[in-house]
Structures are given as C-alpha cells and as structure tokens.
C-alpha cells in the first residue's frame, strides 16, 4: 500500500518537472510563434494565416496533436518541438495553408482622419 502512494507520489513530482521545463522553453527564442495550439485540421485550412506557417504533428504522451507554428526556418520548429517534448515526438512538419504575405500579416491598417 505504501510502495503504491510513493509510486503516485514520484509520478506526480516527474509530471510537475516536465512542466516546469516546458514553461521554461519559450517559442521567441526560437524564432517561433505558435498561432494555434492542440486544434484541429479544418481550423488550419484558414487561407487569412500567413505564408511562413507549419502544420506540425506530434505525439505527447500517446496522444496525436497538431500545431500551427510560424517561423523563418523549419529547423527553428523542430529544434523547439524536439527541445519541448523530446526525441521521437515529431511526426511530420507540413506546409500550412495560409496565403497572406509574411510581412503583413497581422497589420492593422490606421484609421483615416475624417476631412475638414
């Protein structure tokens, strides 16, 4: 009974430290952005995402999940996604479908002053 609650115990702790160091592994400093996080295939085929984004499947802790991350290279996104959850998660890294130039996406055009 007691070999069985340290065991829950450890496994605990091990789950605690494998967050911490996940929160530790921030995307900026890859070069990275994740712009959706654990979703869906349909979400990703949005065409108003930009050019420079990566559909990227990965197993983490034998479950199958798929991210939208943006970035300049792809060896930033596997260099992240290896250094986050490990070797032997990555499953493919794909093009998305995003058409919008890189350079203005997420540009907000000002408002115009109204003439006197």
């Keep these: 009974m007691s070999q069985s609650i340290a065991n829950k115990n ?28 654990k979703t869906k295939l349909e979400d990703t085929k949005d065409k108003t995402f930009p050019l420079d984004a990566y559909l990227v499947w990965y197993v983490f802790e034998d479950k ?6 943006r970035a300049s290279k792809k060896v930033n996104i ?17 093009f998305g479908y995003g058409t919008i130039d890189p350079r203005s996406w997420g540009y907000k055009t000002p408002e115009k002053k109204k003439k006197r």
């Design 10 to 37: 450890t496994i605990k702790k091990d789950k605690m430290e494998l967050d911490s160091q996940q929160s530790k592994i921030l995307p900026s400093q890859y070069g990275c952005d994740i712009l959706l996080e």
């Design 64 to 69: 199958e999940y798929l991210d939208l991350c």
């Design 78 to 94: 596997f260099d992240m996604y290896y250094d986050r959850y490990g070797s032997g998660s990555i499953q493919k890294i794909d």
